[in-house]
């Protein structure tokens, strides 16, 4: 099986290139290096059957050359982490909805299949709980920049659907706060990859407003084997596919597990909103999905619960820590 799988070097995107590379595949992975790393190539890169792109997506040369080299297109490279969103809605819409679109009309062009990753976002401050993938969405203003990922997520599958009308076989998944080794830890990652960070440093963790949002964390392997499943099941062609876990937890709560799995002495502090995020942000007060069509389409069971999912990137973050601290102490 040959793929292209675009944010190849981010998070998700280098957990998925792995797994398809295990499983034989050729894979052609692009990034621009924007939030993806560098190294991540380098890594791919030890197996003969990754070929590195670096670039963004609409200047990458021979693009089209690839795509019709290719069976299947993973699209995953989109500007991510709620902070960039608040900071710089530009580059959000741009990124997501006009490099999505370029994208959608070659692999029209040469009629691949493409799986399009969405995201719980997309659900907006909707209340009406577990969100089912044909359910409403519900945005705050315009003057709120936080809903500008939202919106260019559903626009980017309002197109991905307009092109299956079309005839081109897409499928669209829902990601739902995905955590797990290389999980982005810095300002602008997942609050629990930030949260263990935190830990493991000894600060106090930075539990926005009272905490008593909610959340429901998935495992990356169980998102990486959800995302594999969309690409290889006839059955979810044409479907918008929630992909998570329905185990809700408060983020006051998640910051007590990770202080007790951690050991961490820090303890906790609670963070206005307006301090971390500035005064343009509305928080999405409980996010749980229906994974019922997931079950369906893609036999998908995620199968890591969250306390060993936890103890999991807690384990990799304290070796990657020690690999650091060796270097330094060799260097110096
Ligand atoms: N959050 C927090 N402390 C942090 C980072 C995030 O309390 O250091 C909160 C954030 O305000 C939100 C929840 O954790 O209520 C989940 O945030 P995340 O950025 O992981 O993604 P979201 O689910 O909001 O897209």
Redesign the pocket.
């Known amino acids: 099986m040959k793929c292209l799988v675009t944010g190849a070097a981010g998070f998700i995107g280098f957990h998925l290139c792995k797994a398809l590379l295990n499983r034989g595949a050729e894979v052609w992975g692009i990034d621009d290096f924007s939030s993806g790393k560098e190294e991540r190539f380098h890594e791919l890169s030890k197996d003969r059957s990754f070929h590195g792109l670096p670039g963004p997506l609409d200047a990458v040369s021979g693009l089209a050359e690839i795509i019709k080299q290719v069976a299947l297109i993973y699209h995953l490279a989109a500007v991510v982490?709620?902070k960039r969103y608040v900071e710089d809605p530009v580059r959000v819409i741009e990124t997501n909805v006009c490099q999505g679109a370029m994208l959608l009309r070659l692999a029209q062009l040469h009629r691949r299949k493409i799986v399009f990753t969405s995201t719980s976002?997309v659900y907006g401050k909707s209340s009406v709980l577990p969100f089912n993938e044909s359910a409403d969405r519900l945005y705050g203003s315009s003057l709120t920049s936080r809903w500008c990922y939202a919106i260019s997520k559903s626009a980017a599958e309002h197109l991905c659907l307009g092109y299956a009308a079309r005839g081109l076989p897409v499928v669209i998944l829902r990601y739902f706060?995905v955590y797990g080794p290389h999980g982005d830890s810095s300002v602008y990652g997942?609050?629990?990859n930030?949260?263990i960070k935190q830990a493991l440093e000894g600060k106090p963790l930075?539990?926005?407003?009272d905490?008593r949002?909610t959340?429901c964390f998935t495992y990356i392997d169980d998102i990486v084997a959800g995302t594999i499943a969309a690409g290889e099941a006839p059955a979810a062609v044409g479907h918008i596919i929630n992909l998570g876990t329905d185990k809700e937890i408060s983020?006051l709560d998640l910051a007590r597990l990770i202080i007790r799995l951690s050991g961490s002495e820090g303890g906790l502090i609670f963070?206005p909103?307006e301090e971390?995020y500035g005064f343009s942000y509305e928080?999405?007060p409980r996010?749980v999905p229906d994974i019922s069509a997931a079950r369906r389409l893609l036999n998908y069971r995620p199968a890591v619960p969250l306390e060993e999912g936890l103890q999991r990137t807690l384990d990799w973050h304290r070796r990657k820590r020690a690999e650091v601290t060796n270097e330094k102490g060799r260097q110096s």
């Open positions: 982490g709620v976002e706060n997942g609050v629990a930030c949260f930075t539990v926005h407003g905490g949002q959340r983020i963070q909103y971390f928080d999405v996010r």
